[in-house]
């Protein structure tokens, strides 16, 4: 059965095309008897209007893009997750790009109506759209850290590191502050948020001295934890790692990743939230800071005598 068109209504009702586009977008200057004319007629022929017709009435897409560092961090599946159903509700679609595939085209305003960017230092962006980025979104990645080194602290580790984590990153920032403030002299090696950087990082073996090793993620830890075991050190006998966000798989590693979870699909959640206030030209609300929780596993332990 062929699709009904805004023409065949038009045809139906007696009027031109412009003067139906006119009543089903409430616009004036249309009678009230032929208003209800053609409600009539779209009732009866069960019109429905296409995506890219209610875009020509309204001038939005109902299309947000999502634009992802790349498609194979876990993470950003769970920020995804959130942001995604946020959209949903509103009405919203997400169209979702890597750093890797995302072309100029792809922000024009007749594609999106605004860009929910997880990293803006991934994206060279010159858009007038609506934004929002994830740090705009307050996590509590110092007082996490924080938290980690003072367990660490309790159990007699006196030097540790920081491994992993982009060195412009706010978040490997972050923690590192938060490192500090209970080990002045914590070391960073900074590299990238990959299993691959954390295994690099400490193929040469571990910095003089240092007892624990605080991964910037869980999946950094994956790799320190790989590049320990062909050293022959074992966690946390010889030496503890701890990693940042418990991903799923940091309670299945052996031994059990002690982490700092954060809620990533709250996160994407808010970050959405807020993106729509801007689209909606809302005042935004004063986000708070959202606390981190410290969750102590197997590969944390009592510093080893030397």
């Known amino acids: 059965m062929a699709r009904v068109t805004i023409k065949d209504v038009a045809k139906s009702a007696g009027v031109d095309v412009a003067t139906v586009s006119r009543a089903l977008s409430n616009k004036p200057y249309v009678a009230l008897e032929t ?40 993470a950003f599946d769970w920020i995804t997750s959130g942001a995604e159903r946020v959209a949903r509700e509103a009405g919203y679609t997400l169209l979702i790009a890597s750093a890797k595939t995302v072309e100029g ?25 609506p934004s929002v980025s994830l740090e705009d979104v307050p996590m509590d990645n110092l007082g996490g850290a924080r938290a980690l080194a003072q367990h660490l602290q309790t159990l007699g580790h006196k030097s540790v590191a920081l491994i992993g984590g982009l060195a412009d990153s706010p978040y490997s920032q972050a923690r590192l502050v938060g490192i500090r403030e209970i080990f002045p002299n914590a070391i960073w090696l900074a590299g990238d948020w990959t299993i691959n950087s954390g295994y690099r990082l400490l193929q040469n073996g ?43 798989i940091a309670k ?32 935004s609300s004063v986000l708070q800071t959202q606390p981190l929780e410290l969750i102590v596993r197997e590969s944390s332990g009592q510093r080893r005598k030397s």
């Open 35 to 74: 208003r209800e004319k053609i409600e009539a007629v779209v009732e009866a022929l069960g019109y429905r209007p296409s995506a890219a017709a209610r875009a020509m009435v309204s001038k939005r897409t109902k299309t947000i893009a999502m634009l992802v560092p790349s498609f194979t961090d876990a």
């Open 105 to 129: 085209e792809f922000f024009s305003e007749d594609r999106v109506d605004a860009l929910f960017i997880i990293d803006p230092r991934r994206f060279q962006i010159n858009s007038t759209l």
């Open 206 to 248: 571990v910095p003089k001295g240092v007892t624990a090793l605080l991964a910037a993620n869980d999946f950094i830890a994956v790799g320190v934890i790989r590049a320990l075991s062909e050293q022959d050190l074992r966690v946390p006998e010889d030496i503890s790692v701890t990693g940042f966000d418990d991903e799923p």
């Open 252 to 283: 299945y590693l052996t031994p059990a990743l002690t982490t700092v979870r954060q809620d990533l699909e709250t996160q994407g959640a808010r970050a959405m939230s807020l993106l729509l206030e801007k689209l909606e030209q809302k005042t």
